[in-house]
Nanobody
């Protein structure tokens, strides 16, 4: 069974930073591409960032490119999302997800999801 748990969300002012973490209880963690998605009230879940099994390839939504950095620690079964220069439009529930079967950009590809962590950016 795969269990993903996010942490690090909270309330921050615009321009501030947060670091999200995702702890994975999964065998062979290093064989999964990992991603972050977010969902704001009344909106569909959207891709934020992802990285390959080794962490050498990273992928970002245009809206966060240059502000967010995704990374992973395969020895600790964790991934991270460093979020800088946060904007009110970044407010959403952020989800960690694991995928070993296809494209990293599409939510339906991911087999496993965490419960999410709330990020609120005040103006």
């Amino acid at each position: 069974q795969v269990v993903l748990v996010e942490s690090g969300g909270g309330l921050v002012q615009a321009g501030g930073s947060l670091r999200l973490s995702c702890a994975a209880s999964v065998r062979a963690f290093s064989t999964y591409d990992m991603g972050w998605f977010r969902q704001a009230p009344g909106k569909e879940r959207e891709f934020v960032a992802a990285l390959s099994t080794t962490g050498l390839s990273t992928y970002y939504a245009d809206s966060v490119k240059g502000r967010f950095t995704i990374s992973r620690d395969n020895a600790r079964n964790r991934i991270y999302l460093q979020m800088n220069i946060l904007k009110p439009e970044d407010t959403a529930v952020y989800y960690c997800a694991a995928n070993n079967r296809g494209t990293v950009y599409t939510a339906t590809t991911y087999q496993y999801w965490g419960p999410g962590t709330q990020v609120t950016v005040s103006s």
